[in-house]
Nanobody
Framework: QVQLVESGGGLVQPGGSLRLSCTAS????????MGWFRQASGKQREWVAT???????NYGNSVKGRFTISRDNAKNTVYLQMNSLKPEDTAVYYC?????????WGQGTQVTVSS
């Protein structure tokens, strides 16, 4: 059973940056898609970004131009670089992976953007 473990969350001021990491317990080379979702308190889970095995990426409109997703198959890790953070980015961020997103999920990491 594959396990995904997120790290890198925390408290940051508006305009700041954070880099989230998601490391799999096994090889990610078989995962066609890896990505990030987030869920703010009282809201539905929202898709943030996806990276496909070949390297192409897609982003939600709310993060496009500010967030960058990447994957390192040698380290079994997917990253989410978050820049120009806004208070509305505050949420629990979840990593997901699989043939399509949703096959496997991490436990989540809290990101809080506040002054």
């Amino acid at each position: 059973q594959v396990q995904l473990v997120e790290s890198g969350g925390g408290l940051v001021q508006p305009g700041g940056s954070l880099r989230l990491s998601c490391t799999a317990s096994g090889s990610i080379s078989s995962f066609r898609e890896m990505g990030w979702f987030r869920q703010a308190s009282g809201k539905q889970r929202e898709w943030v970004a996806t990276v496909i095995a070949g390297g192409s990426t897609n982003y939600g409109n709310s993060v496009k131009g500010r967030f960058t997703i990447s994957r390192d198959n040698a380290k079994n890790t997917v990253y989410l670089q978050m820049n120009s953070l806004k208070p509305e980015d505050t949420a629990v961020y979840y990593c997901s992976a699989g043939i399509v997103l949703g096959n496997y999920w991490g436990q989540g990491t809290q990101v809080t953007v506040s002054s």
